[in-house]
């Protein structure tokens, strides 16, 4: 059993070798609170850059990982605990050397190539170029997770196991609001040990489901609605990300002709997260599957990889089928270096292009939406005429949408679905 102090010298060594510096200066931000404007004597929730957190262990406010290459020394530098800190906070002293030693240190090594990554540090001139090509060998170094890394991350998707489950209580409720909802969810992974939530919660009922980034309201879910939630609570800031979509009361034929399309296109694409696969691919193959099913319901004509071709799916799956996650949400996804991204409308919001590698955890989140201000554009209907029934189109544009997302392991072997135990099968979904 690995102790933290061993976990952290092993992110270190690994860091080294991916960067392969001789005699350059490394230093990373944690950055600081923000404050709340109006001048409240109050600062937003801190959360330090990522490269900060894996490589110093902790989450401290204004500090600084230092590496010479030179010497191979690794230094983490801290702000003095102040009174008011103490008293204020109830804060003791944070791990490291006290921040003000930094600047000697760096004095020693003066007119080395210094590279500042994470948050900028005040004082410190970086060396742009150097930076940049460091950048993305800290992100490869960083996005195959370790152990600590994965039990944490597991214990975030527990948490978020126990929201869902208050939200789909709270949703058997009569006039219940989707404001209610996130309300019971948010509650729920904080006493099943979530610290906050990782990123703004997510819940869209009705026509709102087809919001991508909807914000509950106080809108009432109305009896045979779907009901979109995209929530994951973090812990030590490792966030879980996870959505699903009831419906509340009796559903139709089209609840369930849409669901069983995004269902079978989830479960497609989950069991191909293996170790080699190219997400951009995955992407479009798991595109071709929505097709078909639009095919199926009639919405789309064509053979459905011509129709992913010219992008007629992304009317209806405008996002990419998902991201890396660990240290906050979509961390460390990128494109590799070389890797452009695309302006073609049906991959220009891919998160990441690059291939799977053991040890990545990810989401997998295929969606269906009828999203109004996109479908009724009078420049996209006369693109897809051809190959769309505009006239079906109004018949679904009240249902919403659908997306389906889990956090996956990929391993040697089989991937992992880290949220296998939050359900998904439509008729768990429904509510009455």
Not at 160 to 171: C, D, H, K, P, Y
Not at 220 to 242: K, N, Q, S, W
Not at 251 to 272: C, K, M, N, S, W
Not at 287 to 316: C, M, Q, S, T, W
């Amino acid at each position: 059993m690995m102790t933290p102090d061993d976990v952290i010298a092993a992110r270190r060594t690994r860091a080294a070798q991916a960067m392969s510096l001789t005699d350059e200066i490394l230093l990373v931000g944690a950055g600081s609170p923000v404050p709340v404007p109006g001048g409240m004597d109050q600062v937003h929730a801190f959360a330090p850059h990522p490269h900060y957190q894996w490589l110093a262990g902790h989450r401290e406010p204004g500090g600084v990982v230092a590496f010479d290459a030179a010497s191979n020394e690794w230094r983490d530098f801290v702000p003095a605990t102040t009174e008011d800190d103490r008293v204020w906070q109830g804060r003791a002293d944070a791990p490291g050397e006290p921040l003000a030693t930094l600047e000697p240190w760096l004095r020693a090594r003066t007119g080395r190539p210094t590279a500042v990554l994470g948050v900028p540090l005040d004082r410190v001139p970086s060396d742009v170029t150097l930076a940049e090509s460091l950048e993305p060998r800290l992100l490869a170094a960083r996005r195959a997770k370790d152990e600590h890394e994965l039990g944490t991350i597991q214990r975030a998707c527990d948490a978020t196991r126990a929201g869902f489950e208050a939200a789909r209580r709270v949703l058997a409720r009569a006039s219940v609001t989707e404001r209610a909802i996130e309300i019971e969810l948010t509650a729920a992974c904080m006493r099943a040990g979530g610290h906050a939530m990782g990123y703004h919660t997510i819940v869209g009922s009705g026509p709102n489901a087809a919001v991508l980034h909807f914000s509950a309201g106080e809108r009432a879910v109305g009896e045979g609605e779907f009901v979109l939630i995209d929530a994951g609570c973090h812990i030590e800031g490792y966030t879980a990300d996870v959505s699903r979509t009831f419906v509340k009361g009796t559903p139709t034929q089209q609840h369930r002709d849409l669901y069983a399309i995004v269902l079978e296109a989830e479960v497609f694409a989950l069991g191909r997260c293996r170790a080699g696969q190219e997400w951009r691919e995955l992407h479009l193959q798991t595109a071709v599957k929505l097709a078909e099913g639009l095919v199926h319901l009639g919405i789309l004509r064509g053979e459905p990889a011509g129709l992913v071709e010219r992008d007629a799916h992304a009317n209806f799956f405008p996002h990419g089928l998902g991201h890396l996650v660990g240290l906050g949400v979509r961390d460390a996804s990128a494109y590799l270096p070389g890797r452009e991204r695309s302006d073609r409308f049906g991959l220009a919001f891919l998160r990441m292009d690059l291939p799977l590698e053991t040890g990545f955890v990810t989401t997998v989140e295929p969606g269906l939406y009828f999203i109004g201000p996109l479908l009724h554009q009078p420049d996209r209907r006369e693109r897809f005429a051809d190959c769309t029934d505009w006239d079906e189109v109004e018949r679904w544009l009240h249902i919403g949408g659908v997306r389906i997302e889990d956090d996956v392991l990929v391993t040697d072997a089989d991937p992992v679905n880290l949220t296998a135990d939050i359900h998904k099968s439509f008729e768990s979904m429904i509510v009455s």
